[in-house]
């Protein structure tokens, strides 16, 4: 493991599962299963309760197999760069009070660039920037083209692009620098949580914000439970890849996914956190949500198998495809046969049987989660027409539809009756929907619509 020396402890992922005295791990990016040598167990036992990772070679060469597969997260206790190192880019249009609060939010010892892209009101926008820099473009180019601007003014190693209605918590930075002190790190995000408020709107944001990923750390992956992180609020090194202002949506988990293509790491660490503004009004909710969707389809062209709806295993996947048509006791005479032969292959990697039966039942359960969400948010003209057509198929499809938003109500517990909640969920989907095909059709691909398929079968969730 290339680094810089730091001192450097793990955090086992809260899906690990460490058995047989640490010789045997069970989760990771994508479900796994290591084994790994009686050496190797004990240095994994100690960084479970705490020890350092020593600066030998093999223990920094375990270390980085686990980051890298997902089993652990990185803990820096300190790292090569300060805030001196750093600069805060703002994007913004016509939003000059979200600017002053962003300003306002920032340590001073912070260089800091606003970029004002075409707002009506040039001179507001420079009041509010107060001691940053301001630099201007006369028609709007969207964010993408915004941020690349203001990465022309910056000098330090470290840049921060932080939008003008996203405010970063006070201490935002101490959890994020030190990830930096890896070398293979080109990006890092905190999490992004929605500003509460008493609006119905603001009480379903504050659990279903698009851009809030959840409390857990990851290591940011196409196709994992953090499969991107929004531009909102992220600090990159000042090299990485440009923004493409071609893209007017999905511009941030392109530039992500580039990164990650040209091997780069990108994490997720939630121990920083910032505060996004919801959106003012329903009619601007549903616009987000399906601006969001339609960058699926330019993902999709932009990088193939990426940006697909659902990941399906071959073998976990049949069952669920014969539950959809109205064919359950099909379906559940596949499901046994699919696990009683991944129950004998983790049997034959050292997994005992009750444990083989917990993730094999586990990865039918993550494989028809995600079929139930994709039928939401991506199929659901396909479903409509499944449903009208094919009576048998109707039950399935109404448990795929309500299932998930119920399941998200018991365990989030909004400040919302379930009703409600589901109600919202679903227009949710569907708004993202609308513009997911939209998108399609204007790409002219239906990449974007056709599942992708693995022969792995995954107990890790998806979202």
């Given at each position: 493991?290339?680094?810089?020396g730091?001192?450097?402890?793990?955090?086992?992922?809260a899906?690990?599962?460490?058995?047989?005295?640490?010789?045997?791990?069970?989760?990771?990016?994508g479900?796994?299963?290591?084994?790994?040598?009686?050496?190797?167990?004990?240095?994994?036992?100690?960084?479970?309760?705490?020890?350092?990772?020593?600066?030998?070679?093999?223990?920094?060469?375990?270390?980085?197999?686990?980051?890298?597969?997902?089993?652990?997260?990185?803990?820096?206790?300190?790292?090569?760069?300060g805030?001196?190192?750093?600069?805060?880019?703002?994007?913004?249009?016509?939003?000059?009070?979200?600017?002053?609060?962003?300003?306002?939010?920032?340590?001073?010892?912070?260089?800091?660039?606003?970029?004002?892209?075409?707002?009506a009101?040039?001179?507001?926008?420079?009041?509010?920037?107060?001691?940053?820099?301001?630099?201007?473009?006369?028609?709007p180019?969207?964010?993408?083209?915004?941020r690349?601007?203001?990465?022309?003014?910056?000098?330090t190693?470290?840049?921060?692009?932080?939008?003008?209605?996203?405010?970063?918590?006070?201490?935002?930075?101490?959890?994020?620098?030190?990830?930096?002190?890896?070398?293979?790190?080109?990006?890092?995000?905190?999490?992004?949580?929605?500003?509460?408020?008493?609006?119905?709107?603001?009480?379903?944001?504050?659990?279903?914000?698009?851009?809030?990923?959840?409390?857990?750390?990851?290591?940011?992956?196409?196709?994992?439970?953090?499969?991107?992180?929004?531009?909102?609020?992220?600090?990159?090194?000042?090299?990485?890849?440009?923004?493409?202002p071609?893209?007017?949506?999905?511009?941030?988990?392109?530039?992500?996914?580039?990164v990650?293509?040209?091997?780069?790491?990108?994490?997720?660490?939630?121990?920083?956190?910032?505060?996004?503004?919801?959106?003012?009004?329903?009619?601007?909710?549903?616009?987000?949500?399906?601006?969001?969707?339609?960058?699926?389809?330019?993902?999709?062209?932009?990088?193939?198998?990426?940006?697909?709806?659902?990941?399906?295993?071959r073998?976990?996947?049949?069952?669920?495809?014969?539950?959809?048509?109205?064919?359950?006791?099909?379906?559940?005479?596949?499901?046994?046969?699919?696990a009683?032969?991944?129950?004998?292959?983790?049997?034959?990697?050292?997994?005992?049987?009750?444990?083989?039966?917990?993730?094999?039942?586990?990865?039918?359960?993550?494989?028809?989660?995600w079929?139930?969400?994709?039928?939401?948010?991506?199929?659901?003209?396909?479903?409509?027409?499944?449903?009208?057509?094919?009576?048998?198929?109707?039950l399935?499809?109404?448990?795929?539809?309500?299932?998930?938003?119920?399941?998200?109500?018991?365990?989030?517990?909004?400040?919302?009756?379930?009703?409600?909640?589901?109600?919202?969920?679903?227009?949710?989907?569907?708004?993202?929907?609308?513009?997911?095909?939209a998108?399609?059709?204007?790409?002219?691909?239906?990449?974007?619509?056709?599942?992708?398929?693995?022969?792995?079968?995954?107990?890790?969730?998806?979202?």
């Amino acid at each position: 493991m290339s680094d810089t020396g730091a001192p450097l402890r793990l955090r086992f992922d809260a899906q690990v599962e460490i058995a047989d005295e640490g010789r045997l791990l069970i989760g990771g990016t994508g479900g796994r299963v290591l084994r790994i040598t009686d050496a190797a167990s004990t240095l994994v036992r100690g960084w479970r309760d705490g020890a350092e990772v020593g600066p030998a070679p093999v223990e920094r060469s375990l270390a980085r197999r686990l980051i890298d597969s997902g089993f652990a997260h990185p803990v820096y206790a300190s790292g090569p760069y300060g805030l001196s190192d750093l600069t805060v880019v703002i994007p913004v249009l016509d939003d000059a009070d979200g600017v002053a609060a962003v300003v306002e939010s920032l340590d001073t010892r912070l260089a800091v660039v606003v970029v004002d892209d075409g707002s009506a009101d040039p001179s507001a926008v420079v009041r509010a920037a107060g001691r940053a820099s301001v630099l201007r473009r006369d028609e709007p180019g969207g964010p993408a083209a915004a941020r690349e601007l203001g990465r022309t003014a910056v000098r330090t190693p470290l840049t921060a692009f932080v939008d003008a209605d996203c405010v970063p918590a006070t201490g935002w930075l101490d959890a994020l620098l030190p990830h930096f002190a890896d070398p293979a790190v080109a990006a890092v995000a905190p999490r992004v949580r929605s500003r509460p408020g008493a609006s119905l709107l603001d009480r379903y944001e504050v659990v279903r914000s698009p851009l809030d990923l959840g409390g857990d750390p990851a290591t940011v992956r196409p196709l994992t439970r953090v499969s991107y992180v929004p531009s909102a609020c992220l600090v990159v090194r000042s090299d990485v890849p440009a923004f493409d202002p071609g893209l007017r949506y999905g511009e941030d988990v392109d530039l992500v996914w580039r990164v990650i293509a040209e091997g780069g790491a990108v994490r997720y660490e939630p121990a920083a956190e910032a505060w996004h503004r919801p959106r003012p009004s329903w009619r601007a909710w549903w616009r987000q949500r399906r601006s969001y969707g339609s960058s699926a389809a330019p993902l999709a062209r932009r990088h193939p198998g990426s940006a697909v709806p659902a990941v399906l295993d071959r073998r976990t996947g049949v069952p669920w495809a014969l539950v959809a048509i109205g064919r359950p006791a099909a379906g559940l005479a596949a499901a046994v046969v699919v696990a009683d032969r991944l129950r004998r292959t983790l049997g034959g990697l050292g997994v005992d049987g009750t444990r083989a039966v917990r993730l094999v039942l586990r990865g039918q359960l993550v494989t028809g989660r995600w079929l139930a969400t994709a039928t939401t948010r991506s199929w659901w003209p396909l479903a409509l027409t499944l449903g009208a057509l094919h009576r048998r198929s109707r039950l399935p499809l109404a448990a795929a539809v309500l299932g998930p938003a119920v399941a998200d109500w018991r365990r989030s517990r909004p400040d919302i009756d379930p009703v409600r909640y589901v109600a919202l969920r679903l227009a949710d989907d569907i708004a993202y929907g609308v513009g997911l095909w939209a998108g399609c059709r204007t790409e002219g691909s239906i990449r974007a619509l056709v599942p992708g398929f693995t022969r792995r079968s995954s107990s890790m969730s998806p979202d």
